[in-house]
Each structure stands twice: as C-alpha cells, then as structure tokens.
C-alpha cells in the first residue's frame, strides 16, 4: 500500500521533474492499475473521515485538531492489520506545503505585514539562525555526528509552524499586532529554514566523502545563495501575480476563478524550487499580493467561493499530514533501533533539543524586542507581550516534512527525524495547550469585539456617506431611488449600533429571526413542490439557492450579535481621525432625567439605547428605536456631539462630522 499510494501522488511530480522512479516493486507485487486506483481512493477517504471525526471530537476538549490526529495516527502505526502508507518528503514539500502556505497568505494582510517588517524579519530570519545554531551545537556534543548535520537538525526544528501560530493566536485572541507578527514570522522563516537545511545537507555530503571530517564552507556562497533564493523567489512570486492577475481581469465565471486560485501555490512554488530559489516565499508573496488586490481583481462571489474552498482544502490538508505523520512512528522507531542509540538515550537527546527550542526563542525574543520597541511604552507593560510571544512557538508540518528529506545515507537519520517528532509534539503539547493560560495569566488579550463594533460602525458610515454622494451626483439618479437607498443605508448602520449595549432582542434582532423561521417555513413549501413534480426542477434549485444565500447572511449576523451580548466594553484607543468637537474638552455634564427617553416615555414607546447630550444633558433613544430622539435633539438644538448612556460604554459621536471618538 505504501509504494502504490506513494508513486501515484508522485507520478505527476516526478514526470515534471523527469527523474525516474528509484524503486519498483516486482511485478507480481505490483498491484494491478484498477486495484492501485480503488486502493488510493479507499486510503484518502479514511484518511478525510479519520481527520472529520477526530477534529470534531478534539473540539469539546480543547485539544489541538493536529495534535490529535498525530496521536491518533502513532496509535493507529502500532495496531496490526492497518496497511502502511508511506509518506515521502516530496508529497509534503511539493504537495502540501504549498496550498497551506498559500491559503496561510490569504488571510494575512499585506498592510499588516509591511507595517510590522522588521519585527517579523527579527523573528523569521535572527531567530531561525539563532535557533539552528544553538541547537546545532547542542546535538553535536549529544550525539557523535559532524556540526554540519547538527546544523542541519537545528534548521529543521527552527521554524514555527504558519498553520499553527494563526489558528492559536486568533482562538485564543491574542493582540491584532502581536498575531501579524506571528503570522508574518511562521510564513517567512520556513524560506530561511529551508535554505538552511540545504547549505547544511551540502556540507554533510562533503564532511561524509572526507570520512568524518569537517568540510569546509565557503561563507560568501552561502550569502548568495541566500540571497538568491529569497530575491528569486520573491521575483517569481510578484511574477505569478501578474500574470494571474492579468488573467482575473478576463475571467468571468466564478469556478473558473477558484480554480484558478488551486493552481496559484504550485505555480509559484515548483518554478522557485526548480531554479534553487525559495518556493516558500513564492508562494507567500504571490498570495499576499492576489489577497490585498482581490477587490479589484476578483467579483464579490468568487472571492466569497475562494474563501470557502480554501477553508475546507486547509481543513483537510493541514490535519491530514499529522494523521500521517503519525503513521510513519513505527517506521521510525524500528530505524531507530537498527542504529547505535538506544531508543531511550534517543527520546533524551530529543527532549534536550525540545528544551533547548523553549529557551532559545525567550532569549531572541526579548533582548530584541526590548530595543526594538521602546516607542511602545515603558518595558512593564511590553513585557507579557514578550513573554506571550515568546511562548508562542508550536513547530508542525514543515519541521516534520523537512526532517524527512534528509538524506537515506545520513548518519542517525531515524533518530533525527524521531528528534524532530519530539520536538513537535512537544511544542504543541507545551506551548499550544498552555499559551491561552499564559496570554490570560499575563491580561494580554486581543482588541474587544464590541470596540471593533464602534470601528465597523465608524467605517461604514464613511463608505455609506461615499458611496450616497456618488448616486446624488449621478445625473440619472432619481430622487425616489435615492431616498430608498439612503433608508436602506441608514438601517445598515444602525443594525451595527445596535449590537452594542444591548441586553435584549433589539430590533434587528427580531427581523433576522422572523425572517429566518420564514425562510424554513418557504422552504418546506419548495421542497413540497419538488417532491410533487409541479414546477421544473431547475426553477426550484434556483430559488432554493437565493434562499441559501439569504439564510447565510443573516445566520452570519446572528453569530456576531451573540458574540457581543455578554462582552464588556472597553473605551477605544483610536478610531478614525477625530473632528474639532469630539477633541474640545468635555464639560461635566449630568443626564436630565434617570428613567430613560422622556420623549418615548410621554408617547408610550420604547427604546434600544439611551444618548445623551454632552452639553445639556438631554437623554434621547439612538437611531435604532423608532423615535430616534436623540438626533432629533441635534436637529433642534444644533448640540453636534453626545455619548453612549449604556452601562460600561465609553464613546461619543458628532453628528456633525459623523466621526466617533
């Protein structure tokens, strides 16, 4: 199973590379092309069903998808019966990687970052050689191996893993700009890592031909080639942009586009690699660059069904290589045993390198971060960012991957890949499990969602204000239209104020459940029609779909509203620019009355939130209740700015310059 399973995914990758196939097995082993298509498919459908049930089971307990999929897949190598799949290096590094690293580069802002380079250039180049050395060290006294394949294992268990830093950091919500540079770091180190790996397996083959001696390394060649496969892989990666961003501007169909979008990774990629630069940066710039220009390459729908692809592709690829990772442990440890080292003596080598990993990225990280970030304030409160950043280094797919190209003749090989493993399974074990009770520990916590309310609310209002002026200056623009569209706007707005403050079903609230308990009882009467044969099945699909659309939307909704209900709010430590009246100094001004709106109160209505004015006190309801009193007190009394009445809110908005500060 292991050969058919692995010359299969391979037979496109090696027909490109026009290598031949170094090992068959005998013809009457071989399996017959029928049989090896039938074996393939039933071996990735246990492998998707294995990663849906287990990740699903992990999720109630708080553990790490991968980490159980790996311990799933260690168990599983042991039971008798269960057929071998064997992974190579180049099913990983050319097939995988690529895809995780580009979807990883999706959904990371290129502004972010640009913003944060050089804190990330610290961490994904510093530290990965910082890394590489000090463990390199470390194995060459532990184990009777040359510094070159020392080297070589140090540049393996360097780099934290891209998927690992992201999926952590935005579950357990760590600081926006800590999480960019997290994310920054585990895309970008792989590229030094990789490089370094190389230059040191070059060397090992050189120490090896010598008997055991040390081969000489030419420093000055190291730096070009360093220099060349970031500087060449950067090129190919802006090169693939271009090209299919001129290609996007063409396509009009939404399946064309995402698939497009699969093959954008190993474009870069195999290009980059097959030239000695670095496929990783290819791929990551390549996939920064189509995400920061998708609203002006791509349509709305495809860059909704690029997003959702990519979900599941990651999904399944990314819990996939632990699972099989996992199943390769038998194999290890029987290498390992065929060895000089003793399995234990092994096991303590790696956990020595895992200790050395937990200590070496604090001693980086803070010394260079205390420099580097004076600007941010006194060292006391930089600090548990430190520490929490510091923590913050689960190693996953590429260390293990890496760890597998080494050379079949390299001395200890099983017992380098077992150090890698421990190393692996350490930090995610370590780090991945404790890291939310340290960032909670140290009170570092990620940006309120009810603060990012008051921005989103901010942000629209602009775009909606844009894009209102844009059709009122339209010469075709009808006066009716307008004021439809200008109510339709004003709702949008409010139903993001009204996720703020409130305790009970607000207004918009009331109309998503409504509207959805109609959207259920519509479509038990299509389906009803379907099941009658009354109408063409090909009109019933396309108003099932409208109402899929519209039921997302809305569920969408419904989530972020309930996010927020029971979120204490913390005052906002910048928004946009603030106007002249939000930055005059605020009088000591008390509400007119403690009971709520007077104005609803008279008239026997009720409201959603409760304003008030900031130079007369006067308490009206917001735009989300029905008489909207507080801006009907601007109107009247020509008061430009007022404040949130709501328990814990701290904010205040000018109606003037529609600005909130």
């Known amino acids: 199973m292991g050969d058919s399973f692995d010359e299969l995914l391979l037979a496109g990758r090696l027909a490109v590379a026009g290598r031949p196939r170094t090992r068959k097995p005998p013809p009457s082993a071989r399996p017959t092309g029928q049989n090896a298509a039938v074996d393939l498919a039933l071996t990735l459908v246990a492998i998707a069903a294995t990663v849906i049930l287990v990740a699903r089971a992990c999720e109630p307990a708080g553990i790490p998808a991968p980490l159980g999929l790996l311990g799933v897949g260690i168990a599983a190598s042991f039971v008798p019966g269960i057929r071998e799949v064997a992974l190579s290096p180049d099913v990983v590094l050319f097939g995988l990687l690529p895809p995780l690293l580009y979807a990883a580069a999706l959904s990371t802002s290129l502004i972010d970052v640009r913003r944060h380079l050089g804190p990330i250039l610290s961490l994904s180049v510093g530290l990965v050689l910082f890394t590489a050395l000090g463990v390199g060290l470390l194995v060459s006294w532990l184990l009777p191996v040359g510094f070159a394949i020392a080297f070589a294992l140090g540049a393996i268990v360097a780099p934290p893993d891209a998927v690992a830093a992201t999926a952590v950091a935005r579950r357990i919500g760590l600081p926006r700009r ?11 180190n792989d590229a ?22 040390h081969a000489e390394v030419d420093v000055t060649s190291v730096a070009v080639d360093f220099a060349r496969a970031v500087l060449g892989g950067v090129g190919i990666g802006f090169l693939v942009f271009l090209i299919v961003a001129a290609v996007r501007t063409r396509l009009t169909e939404t399946a064309a586009d995402t698939a497009l979008s699969f093959a954008v990774p190993y474009l870069a990629y195999i290009p980059a690699e097959k030239v000695h630069a670095s496929g990783v940066l290819a791929a990551v ?20 069904s690029e997003r959702i692809n990519w979900a599941s592709v990651t999904f399944l690829l990314e819990n996939a290589v632990f699972l099989l990772i996992g199943l390769q442990m038998q194999r290890i440890i029987d290498g390992v045993r065929d060895s000089e080292q003793t399995l234990g003596h092994s096991v303590l080598v790696g956990l020595a390198v895992l200790l050395a990993c937990l200590l070496l990225r604090p001693l980086w990280v803070v010394p260079v971060a205390t420099l580097t970030t004076r600007d941010l304030g006194p060292l006391r409160a930089r600090l548990p960012s430190m520490l929490v950043t510091s923590w913050a280094g689960m190693r996953g797919v590429v260390t293990l991957a890496a760890a597998l190209t080494l050379p079949d003749d390299t001395p200890y090989r099983s017992v380098l890949v077992l150090i890698a493993l421990v190393v692996t399974v350490g930090t995610l ?41 844009e059709i009122e200056s339209a010469p075709d623009a009808d006066p009716g239209s307008v004021e439809t569209l200008r109510e339709q706007a004003t709702v949008r707005v409010n139903r993001i104020w ?10 918009s609230e009331l109309l998503r459940r409504l509207r959805l308990q109609m959207i259920a009882a519509e479509r038990a009467e299509v389906l009803r029609m379907r099941s009658g044969g009354e109408v063409d099945q090909h009109v019933l699909q396309q108003v099932l779909n409208t109402m899929d659309a519209e039921e997302a939307a809305l569920t969408y909704g419904v ?3 309930g996010a927020l209900r029971e979120t204490p709010l913390r005052p906002p430590d910048a928004v946009l620019a603030a106007c002249d009246h939000l930055q005059a100094p605020a009088g000591c001004v008390v509400p007119d009355t403690p009971e709520g709106c007077p104005a609803c109160l008279e008239i026997g209505q009720s409201w959603v939130h409760l304003r008030m004015c900031t130079e007369c006190g006067h308490v009206g309801c917001c735009d989300s209740s029905v008489g909207r009193h507080a801006s009907g007190h601007f109107a009247t009394s020509g008061h430009p700015v007022m404040r949130s009445l709501e328990p814990g809110e701290a904010w205040r908005w000018c109606f003037v310059d529609e600005a909130l500060g």
């Open 429 to 469: 074990l370590l780090q991945g499990l404790t890291l939310p009770a340290l960032a909670r520990a140290l009170d570092v916590r990620g940006p309120d969602p009810r603060e990012d309310a008051l921005v989103e609310a901010t942000v629209v209002g602009a775009a909606i204000g844009a894009g209102l002026r």
């Open 285 to 304: 710039t390549a996939g920064l660059l189509l995400a920061h220009k998708a609203p002006r390459l791509q349509s709305a729908s495809s860059r909704l």
């Open 559 to 561: 989530r972020r509203a």
């Open 192 to 213: 030094t890592a990789l490089v370094s790996l190389r230059t040191a397996v070059g060397a090992a083959g050189l120490a090896i031909g010598h008997g055991g001696g």
């Open 178 to 188: 800590m999480t960019t540079i997290l994310e920054g770091e585990s895309l970008l």
């Open 498 to 507: 009204e996720r703020l403050g409130a305790s009970a079903e607000t207004p």
